[in-house]
């Protein structure tokens, strides 16, 4: 079996990250309706949720839609997660397995994956796009309102502006901007809408606008007519949860990679 090279790893873990942190500070807007929570009451309610945990399991899809053009088939997902940090990601294209100790990105239709020790790796990944901050251990996450806040102070702008049910589920609908760095000190703010569910503040439908990011993109590609009317320059990119498993049963070897 051949292996990726460290560099491609590295561009993938930090794709899968570069939706949920960032490094910049927002002020919270007032909530559009009354009797609405603020942001950080919301997330506040998602990480006492996240921390009564010892595991959590969500299957959805990746639904990628490009303006005008066709929108791509959706891609089933699976994300299974325990504290150490533990992870697995699972999607046709790309499997991500995290033990503690290492990270292994395996590509079946390629059938090559790299293994990285988990201390090297976290310490090539810039800061503000490590997500396993967040499930290393709950003493190192700290207290639910803690957390909500650096969470919250990490987005360029939020406010909750209504409701919605999203399979069957009646959800309060957060929207706002991530900050993500782009050449030099540059800023490119990533438009987003989450829906998280009112029982427990967890997210089941993020969608992220990265059409600013594929304009910048297009600046840096080559000036021909042809080429640059076949690019995109709309893209949202949203992730639908159809289920949530709450401490779900894990065999000993679920965060393994086995070749």
């Known amino acids: ?37 603020t942001v950080q009451e919301i997330a506040e309610q998602m990480f006492e949720t996240l921390l009564g945990l010892e595991a959590l399991r969500v299957h959805g899809e990746i639904r990628v839609s490009m303006g005008e053009e ?56 810039p800061e503000d796009m490590d997500m396993t901050r967040y499930f290393r251990s709950r003493e190192e996450l700290g207290e639910p309102a803690q957390v909500a806040q650096r969470t919250v102070e990490a987005l360029a702008e939020a406010a909750v502006t209504g409701q919605d049910v999203v399979n069957e589920e009646d959800c309060w609908v957060i929207e706002g901007a991530f900050p993500m760095p782009w050449a030099e000190e540059e800023v490119v703010p990533l438009p987003f809408t989450i829906r998280h569910r009112k029982s427990d503040g967890l997210p089941v439908e993020v969608t992220v606008d990265q059409g600013t990011l594929m304009r910048l993109l297009m600046e840096d590609m ?38």
């Open 1 to 37: 079996m051949k292996t990726l090279s460290r560099s491609s790893v590295l561009v993938v873990l930090a794709l899968c990250v570069a939706l949920w942190v960032s490094d910049a500070r927002a002020e919270e807007a007032t909530p559009a309706i009354p009797e609405a929570p």
């Open 70 to 125: 066709q929108p791509l088939p959706p891609q089933a997902v699976t994300y299974t997660l325990g504290w150490g940090p533990k992870m697995v990601t699972v999607t046709p294209m790309m499997h991500i397995y995290m033990d503690g100790e290492k990270a292994t990105v395996y590509m079946p239709m390629l059938n090559q994956y790299e293994v990285l020790d988990f201390e090297e790796m976290v310490e090539e990944t």
């Open 222 to 259: 080559p000036d021909d007519e042809e080429f640059r009317a076949f690019m995109p320059t709309e893209m949202l990119i949203t992730l639908s949860l159809t289920s949530i498993e709450l401490d779900p049963e894990l065999p000993e070897d679920a965060f393994t990679f086995e070749p």
